[in-house]
């Protein structure tokens, strides 16, 4: 994500430092991480082993489960995966040799290829990023977000409490992780501050939880909302390729519970087992930092025409978003115009020079996009999906030690992909060639929800063909009809189980039963 440019005034050489002047919190001053040995060694021969890679995965190593075709594509996947990881280059540029490629390998005609970075969530992109440049000039995050911090948080527990309804109120503005931390971190660094002053002896554990947990949920509130990141916006677009609407209501629903549980939890984790708190860690060790706050709050002086413009027309957009499923009007369409009202220079909002795009993730997500396409076209995430589902024996599992084993290969790709993006991009068609391959694309189309619903209905499907077969000979492609009673007789035990499944057999009536 592109850092936000942050004017700053450096203090004289002779003035102390004040651990309560927000100025002193800028991701700008963060120093720039110096590249290590190996960072120096990819720099140097990444593009080099990058094309020996390819040219091996694609045209020397004989996978057998594999035509010439999707051999190819291998070879692509693996070397994008490979520059990806190594950041030999930026990953943007990485989807642009991705995309030529493609087109000088013949997996994909040029126009397609190339066709990507028109796709509708690109254009979502731009203009959330559009929107929330305008609530960030007018700075009506900023005023919301110290309004809140003055009101509420009057005490440490109540700190923590409102520290997570900024973020999550946020990520509904600020669709970018950087600039969410660059208005942020001088907000918690300061109350830390407050009680334990940094630098000093009297920094404590309170002060330590509460920059851990902001930082943790400067990225986790990202997914309360559809538009909160790219990685939400590629991974809907990756579901939308194989048929899924996913709505933003419905992303919303399944999003906002988790988020604030996670953040409660991870709370109590943390002051509890961590870095335990205790109640002298709860007592201000410096005075005058709510008084800082307040400051900063008045230094906005009053509420400015901008702001509510830019609000109201914010707040329209996220209600029309928020109801897509009761009018069906297009997401993108309805970004698209309140983008157009806020650069429309009769309304005074925005102008284009003010606006913070960052365009090597449009690159990068185009990319991305390019790549799911090839996989489509060759069918090799298929292949390899069935596979991956041999291997671990998944096509016997139930939906629980599914959803078991795919939760454990993401969390345990956290320590190799430090990309969300990235890890979208890679696991993201792992499950849903899983779904897929366990029911069919048609019974994928018309699934409702997200992909536990998907291997909800594979797991009914399973078992509905097993209990058919004992029972009569199935032909391939015959049409059973799936009622209640059928659907009862396929149960077990689990009371939580039949209630879905009940609910799942009122919205499908129909499943297409083949002969295994």
Known sequence: MATPSVKLTT???????????????????????????????????????????????????????????????????????????SETVPNYVT???????FILTGILKAKPAMATLGDPTIWLNVSAFIMASAMVKTDLVKRAALWLLIRFGKNAGMIFITFLAINIVLAAFVNATAAKAALMMPLFMVVSAVYGAPGTETTNNFARNLVLHNLLMINASCNTFMTGSGANLLGVALLAGAGVQIYYFDWFMAGWPLVLAFGLISYAIGVRFVFPVSAEDRQPK?????????????????????????????????????TDKLHGMNATVVAILGAVVML?????????????????????????????????????????TNQLMTALGMETMSYFELYAVLTAIFIASHFIFQSKNMRTLIFMPIVIGVAQASYGDSDARHARGALHQLLLVASVQRQAQRDALRHEQVHDGRILPLRLRDVRALLDSASHRRRHLLHLARHQPRLLLTNP
Not at 21 to 30: F, I, Q
Not at 95 to 101: R, T
């Open 286 to 322: 410096l005075s005058g930092g709510r008084e800082a706050l307040v400051k900063a709050y008045q230094a906005l002086g009053p509420v400015k025409l901008n702001e509510v413009k830019a609000f109201v027309v914010f707040m329209l957009v996220l209600i029309v978003w928020a």
């Open 11 to 85: 203090p004289p050489a002779d003035q102390p430092y004040d651990p309560l002047d927000m100025n002193n919190y800028s991701l700008n001053k963060l120093p720039k991480r110096p590249m290590g040995a190996l960072g120096r060694f990819f720099y140097a021969w990444g593009l080099p082993l990058a094309a020996v890679i390819f040219y091996l995965t694609a045209y020397v190593l004989d996978f057998a489960i594999l035509d010439d075709r999707q051999q190819v594509m291998f070879g692509l996947f693996v070397t994008a995966l490979f520059l990806w990881i």
């Open 344 to 384: 429309a220079p009769q309304f005074k909002l925005l102008n284009w020079n003010d606006v913070d795009i960052p365009w090597h993730l449009m690159l990068f997500s185009a990319g991305a996009y390019t790549l799911g396409a090839g996989l489509k076209a060759t069918k090799l995430m298929d292949v390899l």
């Open 95 to 101: 989807s642009m040799i991705l995309i030529c490629g």
